[in-house]
């Protein structure tokens, strides 16, 4: 490693960095983290902090996770790289297929495709869907529906379905024949509801209007994070998933579940649609795979897609990566999920989830500034902070970053994006991480 001197002075200015300016990373040059073991993180002036960010929401096991490093080095030893392209597979892949079709078989799915991460794993999933359609001889099908706050990675299909301006505008025009509905988010609606069962009705009745007004004949597939993650942590009512599943299905249109933040354990279950107890045509998944050890991802098919592929020896899949099935991906990703399931992540993440959840509840009680606290279920947590609370106005940017540095000096890494403090650490934290999690915040908006 260069020494720090080295380092400081370059830090910022040499790449771009994903999700801010240029001028933004030299003003405010980032942490620089050089270290790390268990669930924290050591930058390089020493300072070690909890955390809270899990690297970006897919470190579950934290940093010293021997068996999916150790699966790492000998894959690289034996197996440093071969394509799953036609003609060629290699055992890694193959026997991680084995696994997560297992693995996700209570939530219909019997195939996976394999992918370098999340956004591409969206990529898939839109194209197929699109193919599907051709294939059963319903070409005009080509529409996709989303969630307004959803976010489903950076690709072109990615920000075209995304339902956040931040980004979308700068990239446009997108795919046409994309359109949003209003999510299930109580504190802010364009109905002013309140109650979140009854705005997950109006939701799905937006829902049913837009296709309605679409015609379900041109529409592909409707993509949703079963709980909208980087928009701000915001679960909806158990009702929206298995209603916005019951719509989809009546109306032929594919259901994709973006399971990129909530497969493998996040929220206090296995999937995002076993927590709300449904069968999507695709699951999305990347991130916690490989707990963000190496770069993979893999998109899951249910018996629709199965059925029409397969059947059809015309089903060319004209689509993949390089890395698709990458044998050390693949191992890391294998020795993951036998950690996951050794640990039983989700119980840990069910009880320290709800731990954090009702810390932060107590601090919206101390702190004017905390308009929302939302999560509740598992490891994902959101304060949306607010410049009055009467009038929901969202806090200055400044001074949500200001909050993100004491609550960073007083121990933890915490994430801020626009108006909301995230939370999604490693699903094996312990009650004293989650405690030191929130002082850490007490102190930053304390400060402020
Ligand atoms: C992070 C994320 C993606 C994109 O994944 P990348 O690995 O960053 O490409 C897609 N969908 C959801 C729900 C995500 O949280």
Known sequence: MKDSNFLKEHNGR???????????????PPKIITGSSGVSVTDIDGHSVVDAVGGLWNVNLGYSCQPVKDAIT??????PYYSTFRGTSNDAAIELSYELNAFFAPDGMSRAFFTSGGSDSVETGLRLARQYHKLRGEAGRTKFLSLKKGYHGTHMGGASVNGNANFRTAYEPLLPGCYHIPAPYTYRNPFNETDPAKLAQLCVQALEDEIAFQGAGTIAAMIMEPILGAGGVIPPHESFAPMVQEVCNRNGILLISDEVITGYGRTGAWSGARLWGIQ???????????????PFGALML??????????????????????????VGAAAALACLAETKRLNVVDNAAA???QLYEGCLALQKKHDIIGDVRGGHGLMTAMEMVADRATKTPIDAAIASAVQDVAYQNGAMVR?????????PPLVLTEDDANTILTAIDAGLAAI
């Not at 790449?15 to 003003?27: G, L, R």
Request: proline letters at 8%; hydrophobic letters at 30%.
């Open 14 to 28: 040499l790449m771009w960095h994903p999700m801010t300016s240029p001028q933004d990373s030299v003003e405010q």
């Open 74 to 79: 000998s894959q690289l030893d034996r197996l």
């Open 280 to 294: 999507p045509d695709m699951m999305c998944t990347a991130k916690a795979i490989t707990n963000g050890y190496f």
């Open 302 to 327: 249910g018996h629709r897609m199965v059925e029409v592929f397969e059947d059809n020896p015309s089903a060319r899949i004209g689509h993949g990566y390089t890395y698709s099935g990458h044998p």
């Open 352 to 354: 320290r989830g709800t």
């Open 416 to 424: 801020v994006s626009g108006p909301n403090l995230l939370l999604s």
